[in-house]
């Protein structure tokens, strides 16, 4: 079996920098939070490293710091009180099974939905990852994520009725 390559902090960012960030951008619905986030996922992955033993625990982690830094970043009272007006620009790549606009209708609805509920649509769809994986990744019970999935699913079903009926 061949030895994997050492993990650094510059091939992980190579890897997984347009993962992190159109995860970062799903979380905090404007560029410049999402911006704030990829730093600081980035700069605490440079302090944890040596701690990662595979690249699949690269990626792991990576999500986990994302979604946890952006839950983090929602808990702040300033950013309960604010909301941005600003649309998220079109990546370039989104690199999902799911690549849609930025205009399509079910881009905005996803945008709309509270955010653990956008985070397990994001990891789902855009990702493609497992509901296992998003479980573990999460820190949450499987039985929990299908409920956040069924939940977001109905949310997005209302949205985007709602959007037709107008």
Known sequence: MP????????KAIDRYADMVYRLALSQMKNTTDADDLFQE??????????ELESWEH????????????AKKHFGQ??????DFLEEPERLADT???YELPEEHPVRAAVRELPPKYRSVIHLYYFEELTVAEIARLTGQKEATVKSQMHRAREMLKGLLNEEHSL
């Open 58 to 69: 690269v990626k792991a982690w990576l999500i986990r710091v994302t979604v946890n830094c």
């Open 41 to 50: 996922v980035f700069v605490r992955l440079v302090s944890h490293i040596q």
């Open 3 to 10: 030895k994997e390559e050492k993990i650094t902090t510059e």
């Open 95 to 97: 690199g999902g099974a």
């Open 77 to 82: 009272y300033w950013n309960k009180n604010v």
